[in-house]
């Protein structure tokens, strides 16, 4: 073995291998073989055979490659997960994407240019999420294990940062206690500061053997937290004591990371003709990584597809996968550091279209009442009831009312009633109930809680559990706006269980409890068991629908049909200023003018990202100054 191609034989089989595993052009067994053919018959030596070659990649399959990981679905479907924690090792080994990993938030001040600079990353995350320890001076610092400082005071660190290219961490006072047997600390959770690297001194392991910490209490004695002044003392409960922060002896001396991912899912077709086949799928990009590299292909990891399983089905497979690394980690070589380090992965927001972040939020859609997956902003109330002068005051008055929704009630009810809807008379708005309406829809809207949301989806499988709650169950996903597809199944299963069963209520209830006992225990939505993540808050909006093909795209095709409409000489005019604008300050190639005014019902996003910055130019004097 050529030890210079480890881990395969020699050169050529390396390049072979290669050639058999392009992305976009995969060769065939049959093509290998003809190539293989081609090299021997120009007398070049040492040719392997195609059954070699499969050898050859079996071996490194085992031995490097991406496990797919079987799984027998809540909902009753089977799927593959690629694993989690092997697609990490191999990003923490690649000379290419390890040194461009940040592992810790920065405090750049004003400047904002990546995800670790940003506040959610910086003080939201959860601490036990965020890397844990710092290396210096051939010690580990730890959070949430005392540390002392160079002034002789003595802290408890629970965040570290960087700022100015310099380690700082957010510390909690340590004040010191005496008691009759021994003298020990208390943590004044109140009393928070940052510290400097410079001022570290004496870490937790090295405390005993320290002489600077001669004449000050044990490390490892903590009598409890003080969450206020003078308050009362709160047991000590976020590490053991006597051992230390729980990642100190996981990774037994070596460096300990979090990784934090950006989760993406989203519907796409499986087919390449135009025909819809739709397939749900899972990728992850890590956030660690510079806005230049992180959307690279090359960087983009695939982890679950499925054209019959549901997202948030196949999410409960990489839950437990997460789960899994937060009790235990990833062990991963470190090409930097040239040793084996720990990685703790988790999620720091879920990404994809907004129909797909409402159903990870356990929302009921932009066609509900409640149209928000952030807030509760409420839609107008069903068009077509009968006129009531006090309950249109009320509605006029309504802090929560919206300009632009004009459903309630979940998705389904939406479309199954459009046709009776347009059959309504609508109620006339007067102008102060639009001005009121627009007043309050415009306010910041009561933010949806986490806390909140979970337990109205764990009472709705409460009243499910009793006969005869459907419709009750059904208005309280109106009322709240809040709808968990995963649960769904099992609210259906719940339902049908005594559909068909004549007889009182008991008889009914009897086959309602035997399928109860089958469910799984978990029966709300996975997304919930993400440590450190809020759906409703981490689910960043989504520009491409929202924005470019949102009110951008409306815009055009209005200035284009009807502010401009037949006149050939705007038209003419437009398509001229369209091709003649010079862009090279934004990047992007000249601009077709003929196409974007014939064509502006078939544009595609980066047209539309091109006419949001040059619009204003272009359809000066063209357009109504209103």
Request: charge should be neutral.
């Amino acid at each position: 073995v050529n030890k210079e191609w480890f881990p395969w034989p020699d050169k050529i089989t390396c390049t072979l291998d290669i050639l058999m595993h392009l992305p976009h052009s995969v060769f065939s067994e049959r093509q290998i073989d003809i190539l293989l053919w081609l090299l021997r018959v120009n007398n070049v030596d040492d040719v392997p055979s195609v059954k070699s070659v499969k050898r050859v990649e079996d071996t490194i399959q085992r031995l490097c490659g991406i496990r797919s990981i079987p799984y027998d679905g809540a909902l009753g479907h089977r799927y593959y997960i690629n694993s989690l924690a092997d697609l990490i090792r191999q990003e923490m080994m690649n000379p290419r994407v390890r040194p461009l990993l940040h592992f810790y938030p920065e405090d750049a001040g004003t400047k904002l240019n990546e995800a670790w600079q940003a506040k959610h990353w910086l003080e939201e995350l959860d601490p036990e999420l965020l890397t844990p320890v710092v290396r210096l001076q051939n010690q580990d610092f730890f959070i949430f294990e005392p540390a002392l400082l160079t002034s002789g005071e003595a802290c408890m660190p629970f965040h570290w940062f960087v700022r100015r290219k310099k380690m700082y961490a957010r510390a909690w006072r340590l004040r010191p206690v005496a008691r009759e047997i021994n003298c020990g600390w208390v943590v004044q959770q109140f009393q928070s500061f940052e510290v400097s690297e410079d001022d570290l001194l004496v870490s937790f392991k090295n405390w005993n053997s320290s002489g600077a910490t001669s004449g000050l209490p044990r490390a490892c004695h903590i009598y409890g937290i003080e969450c206020e002044p003078e308050g009362e003392l709160q047991p000590w409960i976020l590490t053991n004591p006597v051992e230390g922060n729980p990642w100190r002896i996981r990774a037994s001396g070596a460096r300990v990371y979090a990784m934090p991912i950006w989760l993406y899912c989203d519907d796409t077709s499986g087919n390449l003709s135009k025909k819809w086949n739709k397939h749900n799928s899972f990728l992850f990009t890590p956030a660690g990584l510079p806005q230049a590299a992180v959307h690279q292909e090359y960087n983009v990891h695939f982890l679950c597809t499925s054209n019959l399983a549901p997202p948030l089905e196949m999410l409960d497979g990489i839950v437990d996968q997460l789960e899994h690394t937060w009790k235990h980690g990833v062990w991963a070589w470190d090409c930097v550091h040239e040793e084996y380090v720990l990685v703790i992965p988790s999620v720091l927001a879920l990404l994809g279209d907004n129909p797909m972040q409402s159903e990870m939020a356990c929302h009921i859609g932009s066609m509900g009442k409640y149209f928000c997956r952030i807030c509760k902003v409420k839609g107008r109330d069903t068009a077509g009831k009968e006129s009531n002068p006090a309950r249109d005051t009320t509605r006029a008055q309504d802090g929560n009312d919206s300009i632009g929704e004009e459903f309630s009630g979940s998705e389904s009810e939406a479309r199954n009633d459009t046709s009776l809807n347009s059959a309504r008379k609508r109620t006339k708005e007067t102008m102060e109930e639009l001005v009121t309406r627009v007043k309050q829809f415009v306010k910041i809207g009561e933010a949806r809680c986490k806390d909140e949301t979970v337990a109205e989806l764990k009472s709705m499988f409460v009243e499910a559990s009793t006969v005869g709650n459907q419709t009750r169950i059904k208005q309280r996903k109106t009322a709240t706006g809040i709808k968990d597809t995963f649960l769904e199944s099992f609210l259906d299963c719940l339902a049908q269980s005594y559909s068909k069963i004549r007889g009182g209520n008991n008889a009914k209830q009897e086959a309602l409890d035997r399928v109860k006992e089958t469910l799984p225990a978990n029966v709300i939505s996975p997304v919930w068991r993400v440590k450190g993540l809020d759906t409703h808050t981490d689910t960043p909006v989504e520009i491409l629908h929202t924005v470019l093909l949102g009110f951008v795209k409306y815009f055009w095709r209005d200035a284009i049909s009807i502010r401009i409409g037949q006149n050939q000489l705007k038209r003419e005019l437009l398509e001229t200023r369209l091709s003649s604008v010079d862009v090279a300050g934004l990047g992007i190639s000249h601009l077709n003018g003929r196409t974007l005014v014939q064509y502006a019902g078939s544009l595609v996003g980066r047209d539309f990202r091109a006419i949001a910055q040059i619009a204003p130019f272009v359809l000066h004097d063209l357009v109504p100054k209103d």
